[in-house]
């Protein structure tokens, strides 16, 4: 556990040593969400309305998901792909370390300090701009929020390794990841609420893991969901994840058979 632990600590004076490169990440960041927040105020109707969400319901989900995404979202696990193709994979199998624990270290550090300064650009904003938001109060549906926040972010792992896998076969990564990344921003619901979309539009939606990254958990946070789905949805995240979780073994598996690192 202490080298692990060594990893989150390294991931952080990373982060530092690269400093232009990561305020340059989180100018984008906060533009982005400037971008959203003035799109909806002006497509808000004058009685704070816009299908049948109202203003204060509606900025809190756009905010949520902000600060959702710089936790689930954030990963380390894109460099997987360069350590295939370049052969560096080679210094990790030889070393006594588990390499998805190696990843997941990466990734909670790389998480925590993107969470840390996404907070505080929402209190910036929140100070500045006073948008009317919705405060969840209930105990029990803060808890279950942040369940749904763990297993979004091991599903979305899962996700990410599994495109990186990509470099076992070819060594075109960064492309997939991309499109990757622009997809499952809308599947997910990062630009607006699923329930928003036609209701044959909304039930694809539904029957694909995506929605448990940032809509089901910003649904459980704004109390629109009964205790009864967020059950069955919290058994459908597992199911999602047990299913990725097979798979990325069996594709880790077949790419090691494959695996070469020439001069190494």
């Known amino acids: ?12 004076d ?4 690269y400093r232009l490169n990561f305020i340059m990440w989180r100018v984008r960041n906060v533009l982005q969400l400037l971008g959203g927040y003035f799109l909806w105020l002006a ?4 009685d704070g309305q816009v299908l049948g969400y109202s203003s204060s319901v509606l900025l809190s989900y756009i905010f949520g998901v902000y600060i959702l995404q710089s936790f689930i979202f954030a990963t380390r696990t894109q460099t997987i792909g360069v350590e295939i193709t370049q052969g560096d994979l080679v210094n990790y199998l030889i070393r006594p370390v588990n390499y998805f624990s190696f990843y997941v270290a990466r990734d909670l550090g790389d998480k925590f300090m993107n969470f840390f300064f996404s907070i505080g650009e929402f209190l910036l904003f929140y100070i500045l701009l006073q948008p009317p938001l ?11 929020f942040l369940l749904s926040i763990i297993l979004a972010s091991i599903l979305y792992f899962l996700f990410s390794v599994l495109l990186s896998f990509i470099g076992f076969w070819s060594q075109d990564i960064w492309a997939p990841r991309f499109i990757f990344s622009i997809v499952i921003g809308f599947f997910a ?4 609420p699923l329930d928003m979309l036609p209701k044959y539009l909304f039930a694809i939606f539904q029957a694909m893991p995506f929605q448990y990254l940032l809509y089901f958990p910003m649904k459980i946070y704004l109390g629109q969901l009964s205790f009864g789905d967020i059950g069955l949805g919290f058994l459908l995240c597992v ?3 047990g299913v990725f979780s097979f798979i990325t ?4 598996e077949r790419g090691l058979r494959v695996y070469s690192a020439y001069g190494r």
């Open 239 to 241: 199911f999602w994840i």
């Open 189 to 192: 619901g990062g630009f607006f």
């Open 43 to 46: 497509i808000l109707t004058q």
């Open 134 to 144: 919705f405060l969840q109060n209930d105990i029990r549906y803060l808890i279950l």
């Open 14 to 17: 990373e982060i530092f040593t």
């Open 1 to 12: 556990m202490k080298k692990y632990w060594r990893v989150v600590k390294n991931q952080w």
């Open 249 to 252: 073994k069996i594709i880790w």
